[in-house]
């Protein structure tokens, strides 16, 4: 569960930090699944393509977004694209 994905004392996940950075956080219905699958995404590959990125979140849907805020921070994350 989400509650299991933490950070540093006191810090967010990074996965969590970078959604946030990002302003990848809607509603919060949805946020869970994608913190908790991009998490194991991230411990799998340090860093995944975007093709990685879309399969591992193909099991959660927002009905918030374009997931463009959310793509773009774990892009990010990957060290893909520029803060």
């Given at each position: 569960?989400?509650?299991?994905?933490?950070?540093?004392?006191?810090?967010?996940?990074?996965?969590?930090?970078?959604?946030?950075?990002?302003?990848?956080?809607?509603?919060?219905?949805?946020?869970?699944?994608?913190?908790?699958?991009?998490?194991?995404?991230?411990?799998?590959?340090?860093?995944?393509s975007?093709?990685?990125i879309?399969?591992?979140?193909?099991g959660?849907?927002?009905?918030?977004?374009?997931?463009?805020?959310?793509?773009?921070?774990?892009?990010?994350?990957?060290?893909?694209?520029?803060?």
């Amino acid at each position: 569960t989400v509650e299991g994905v933490t950070g540093s004392e006191g810090e967010l996940h990074p996965v969590q930090e970078a959604m946030r950075q990002a302003g990848a956080v809607q509603c919060g219905f949805c946020t869970p699944g994608i913190v908790v699958a991009a998490a194991q995404l991230f411990e799998q590959a340090p860093s995944p393509s975007q093709a990685q990125i879309k399969e591992a979140l193909a099991g959660n849907v927002c009905r918030c977004t374009g997931y463009g805020a959310i793509l773009r921070a774990f892009e990010r994350l990957a060290g893909r694209e520029a803060p």
